[in-house]
């Protein structure tokens, strides 16, 4: 699995964070996203998935490889 977030798309909802906070982070000064982790570990897939459909902006891409 690999994740692809999109921060022009991205409002800083900060539900990813919630989420998944082993993957996704926010920036301070704006509450973008940030991702810590490209390629996490498959015991973290069903956190990015959710983290990825509770995304307000569908900021959050997930690819399989």
Do not use: H, N
Not at 2 to 12: F, N
Not at 27 to 40: A, F, Q, W, Y
């Amino acid at each position: 699995m690999r994740v692809e977030i999109d921060q022009d798309k991205c409002c800083g909802a900060g539900s990813c964070v919630l989420s998944a906070p082993e993957v996704f982070d926010q920036r301070e000064s704006d509450g973008i996203v940030v991702l810590l982790e490209e390629k996490p570990g498959d015991e973290l897939r069903d956190a990015v998935e959710e983290a990825a459909e509770r995304c307000p902006a569908a900021a959050i891409t997930v690819l399989e490889q």
